[in-house]
């Protein structure tokens, strides 16, 4: 890989510029109606460089990343599979690109239609009675998810339901969420097997129950196989189920979360449905409900009228949670999860849950032939698993976090280090369905070397990565010495 | 398979390693009544070619009307190399760098990123983004009410010259955790905040309070007094601005006496295309000492191993992967490829181009106002200084006449009524550089057409 690549204020000169990509100047004139006390002074600290040097620059930067395009990408929880390009490029038509989030239905009915399409699908893979489309991210959807819950709640004077019960190795978005809908949240333990412990559910199910977060299969990789007896106690008790979406990779087209009885999920576009991460967003979190929430769905919704297609409003749905984005969420990652879903078409939905299991459990049968030790070894993988280094962090003094960072060197993302929290020195591994028998191959071979190093050098692995743009950063340093922004020398 | 890669051949050495007959053997945990029986609502696969078609002729149905439409999504000219290098595959199919070294690309994109929008709001910091300018302004509610120490109450003053969609989402969000927004209302006849609606919160305990410039109307608010206003109270200052507004206007760091405490906006106009509505970004700024208020990821400049300079994630002690009930928020993402669109765009236009387009784009509405102004029928709702959006009244309905333009190919602006049902027939319209003087011309004379097929029709009915 490159190494360093200067700062861009770095290139700067006083007076270059990208001048082809500028308006003409309309000269002092065009803005003389705008009062002096208004105006800015001190013209911004943005860099002053040609065409060339910033696409050099930004084509370096982009050189230092691993990605799905060019490294296997691992990462658990994540599931970072193709993204076909096919799905960016029509998104990317010029029509829709142009088209404005407030212009008129008359000149919106392709876009409407892909959305209602993509709302009608949605609900067929899940199983829920509708969905709505514009929270932005997982995190999003689970935030507009657990407001419908409250509001369900409020709507029939349950005033007493404000706790969410969440499993302990849920994901850090779901007690957060649950704080940020103003609710308390009530951590349960899961058994030895990785399911939820049935006991300690019933103790904490009551009048004061608003609902529980589940992921299935769970953030310990494998399917949560009592998952009726669950539903059946929360909804007894009067609470309602969230599925939270992070895995539905695992399961699409095989078992549906509508079926399993819950009442609300939110479902990750850019996990399951293959839209880009593009290093950290734009995620898309649709929303499904079953016909309780229904009216507590966020706006806005596609609806048909006969041939046309109109936006639903608060005249459709009075008791909305609301609006929770500007205009339409991530309008053009829904583009990008409507395409893919007509790409794969019903067959293909079915293979994407069976093949991205296929591939996590031939990774860990290969793993457990080289001695790797699974944190729930009699279990099935779903569409990704768990490896525990406890033994080689004890014995060798080589933890995960080593070895996540030797993979690096071996030309591998790493996977997702030290989640779920519960599970000492882990790795969780999900290599979705996209990966072919020669890349897993090649990792489990990867791993393989990497613990023989632990055993013979351990110090290369403990010291690793060798190969990257830099070798292990002083994160203490960062979080102290505060250095956020880039400041000219004369001001450092 | 479309995106699978397995031969039979594959699939058969695979199952044998795993020690199973089949792959459906691999569910056998999942209790047998709840295995999908049929996906008969998902329609049969399509190849690459047939997707195409299909997407050509929806975006044919949408067509490319000529928009003059703003109201918080405004059309910029985008410059060719900007998404030519947000679409490759190395910003555009990575993940949050959560591995440093194997990220530095958008570690360092970042800290770019987070220098070009700090100094353009004027602020000291600034995180890596969240969703849009809505939630960025719930966020920054809550954001202040955390880290105002003078007020103990959760009231946010709202006037109602924010954006309205911005309103909702801020009371669908931060209302859930019991924040309370209270509308201040404008001055009818200048489309600004009236200073004497504040006078009834002297003596109110108060968080913040929120101020767009400018404002949804498009007109300039007096953010000097209206700051030292807020300060001189213990009020925190949320400012919402358009970020191609800030080359000329002055930026929020610089607002009164002490200037605002926390810079938000939709970062759309730097890069990004209209696209429906998203996605877009949020940016957030804030003074050095509410760092740690702030949600969202923020990156770091930092040392390795070898005393090199590198960058990473820092402050994760907000976040929910650590902190979880007590995180700052649940946001867990940035829009990553937006910000990543954005500094490029900043990068190629640097202060001066930046300053051209907005000074382009201001004087592209200014000459469709007056122009539009002159028709019959036709006039400004408000005096005084706006920036690039302005509102006209019309002397009739406003839907009707919009649709004629938009049987013509044209979208007028947008329509106030139920958003501002007081102001009468009102309509925000916008020009931006994208447009030339003939596109105004076009406009101006089909208004003009349909204002007056308008007036024929009623004068025969009469």
């Not at chain 2, 006209?392 to 839907?399: E, F, I, K, S, T």
Request: hydrophobic share 40%.
């Amino acid at each position: 890989m490159r190494s360093h690549e200067k700062v861009i204020f770095e290139y700067s000169h006083p007076g270059r510029g990208a001048t082809d990509q500028w308006p003409s100047d309309p000269g002092p004139a065009a803005t003389a109606d705008i009062p002096a006390k208004l105006r800015r002074t001190q013209a911004p600290l943005l860099p002053e460089v040609g065409e060339l040097e910033t696409v050099r620059h930004f084509t370096r930067l982009s050189q230092l990343n691993f990605s799905i395009d060019t490294h296997f990408y691992p990462l658990g929880s994540c599931t970072m599979k193709y993204n076909p390009k096919a799905c960016n490029q029509y998104a990317m038509l010029p029509e829709f690109l142009g088209r404005h989030p407030l212009g008129p239905e008359s000149h919106g009915q392709g876009f409407l239609a892909c959305m209602y399409e993509l709302q009608e699908m949605l609900k067929e893979v899940t199983g829920m009675q509708a969905v709505a489309l514009s929270p932005m991210a997982g995190a999003h959807g689970e935030f507009a998810g657990v407001a419908m819950i409250r509001a369900y709640h409020r709507s029939r004077g349950d005033l007493a339901r404000n706790e969410i019960i969440v499993p302990e190795a849920a994901h850090g978005t779901n007690p957060a969420t649950a704080t940020m809908c103003g609710c308390v949240v009530r951590e349960i333990p899961v058994n030895a097997d990785g399911d939820i412990d049935i006991d300690a559910l019933k103790a904490a199910v009551g009048p004061n129950t608003a609902g529980i977060m589940l992921t299935n299969p769970s953030t310990l990789g494998v399917f949560e196989r009592r998952i009726q007896e669950v539903a059946q106690i929360v909804h007894s008790a009067g609470g309602l189920l969230y599925y939270d979406g992070a895995n539905l990779n695992a399961i699409l087209g095989k078992v549906r979360p509508g079926d399993m009885g819950f009442d609300v999920i939110h479902m990750n576009l850019h996990k399951t449905f293959s839209t880009p991460h593009g290093g950290g967003g734009p995620g898309a979190g649709a929303v499904g409900v079953g016909a309780r929430l229904q009216p507590f769905l966020p706006l806005p919704i596609v609806g048909r009228q006969g041939e046309r297609y109109r936006w639903l409003t608060e005249t459709d749905l009075p008791q909305s949670i609301g609006r929770l984005s500007a205009f339409m969420g991530n309008a053009g990652v829904l583009l990008r999860a409507y395409i893919y879903m007509r790409m794969l078409g019903r067959e293909g939905m079915q293979r994407v849950g069976e093949y991205a299991t296929l591939n996590a459990n031939y990774l860990l049968a290969l793993l457990r032939e080289r001695g790797f030790e699974p944190a729930y070894p009699a279990r099935r993988a779903s569409h990704e698993f768990i490896i525990t280094l406890k033994k080689q962090a004890r014995e060798l003094e080589v933890t995960a976090m080593d070895f996540a960072k030797r993979l690096l060197d071996h030309g591998f993302h790493a996977p997702t280090t030290y989640f779920p929290l519960l599970v000492p020195e882990c790795l969780l591994i999900e290599p979705t369905e996209t990966e072919s028998k020669d890349i897993l191959d090649a990792f489990a071979t990867a791993m393989a070397q990497i613990q023989s190093e632990a055993e013979q050098e351990s110090e290369r692995v403990t010291s690793a990565p060798h190969t990257m743009p830099v070798r292990r950063l002083d994160d203490v340093r960062a979080a102290k010495q505060l250095d956020l922004t880039w400041k000219p020398i004369a001001q450092s | 398979m479309a995106f699978i890669p397995h031969t039979p051949a594959d699939v058969e050495a695979m199952l044998a390693t795993i020690g199973v007959p089949s792959i459906e053997t691999l569910f056998d945990e999942i209790p047998a009544a709840l295995r999908v029986k049929s996906l008969a609502g998902v329609p049969e696969e399509l190849n690459e070619m047939e997707v195409g078609r299909l997407m050509s002729e929806r975006a044919r149905i949408d067509g490319r009307p000529l928009c003059f439409i703003g109201a918080g999504a405004y059309e910029h000219h985008i410059p060719a190399a900007v998404w030519a290098i947000t679409t490759r595959g190395e910003f555009y199919s990575a993940y949050t760098p959560y591995q440093a070294e194997a990220s530095q690309g958008t570690l360092q994109l970042i800290y770019e990123y987070q220098t070009m929008i700090a100094s353009l709001t004027g602020m000291q910091v600034s995180n890596a983004s969240v969703y849009d300018g809505a939630s960025a302004v719930a966020e920054a509610s809550l954001m202040a009410v955390r880290s105002n120490r003078k007020s103990k109450s959760q009231r946010i003053l709202v006037p109602t010259t924010v954006h309205p969609h911005y309103r909702k989402v801020a009371v669908a969000t931060a209302g859930n955790q019991g924040l309370r927004f209270e509308e201040i209302p404008y001055s009818p006849g200048e489309g600004v905040i009236a200073p004497t609606a504040l006078a009834q919160y002297e003596g109110e305990d108060i968080a913040a309070l929120v101020i767009q410039q400018p404002n949804f109307f498009g007109r300039l608010e007096d953010v000097d007094a209206l700051t030292d206003w807020a300060h001189a109270r213990g009020i925190l200052v949320i400012a919402v601005v358009n970020p191609t507004s800030l080359a000329l206007l002055k930026a929020p760091g610089s607002w009164g006496t002490k200037g605002a405490d926390i810079a938000v906006g939709d970062g759309q106009p730097l890069g990004v295309p209209l696209s429906s509505g998203g996605p877009y970004f949020g940016f957030m700024t804030t003074r050095l000492e509410f760092v740690r208020q702030m949600p969202g990821r923020i990156v770091g400049r930092t040392v390795d191993l070898n005393g090199h300079q590198g960058f990473t994630l820092t402050l994760q002690a907000r976040e929910q992967h650590i902190r979880r009930a007590k995180a700052t928020s649940n946001i867990c993402t940035n829009q990553g490829l937006l910000m990543t669109a954005a500094t490029i765009y900043m990068s190629l236009m640097g202060p001066q181009g930046l300053e051209r387009t907005a000074a382009a784009a201001h004087a592209r509405t200014r000459e469709l106002v007056t122009a539009l102004t002159r028709l019959k029928g036709v006039r400004a709702a408000f005096q005084g200084p706006v920036f690039h959006e302005s509102v006209v009244l019309l002397d009739r309905p406003v839907a009707p006449v919009l649709s004629a333009l938009a049987s013509r190919g044209i979208l007028g602006g947008l329509e106030l009524s139920e958003y501002y049902p007081e102001l009468g027939h009102a309509l925000l319209v916008c020009a931006t550089e994208t447009k030339t003087a003939a596109d105004i011309e076009s406009y101006v004379a089909a208004l003009n057409e349909v204002m007056q097929s308008a007036r024929t029709t009623e004068g025969r009915a009469a």
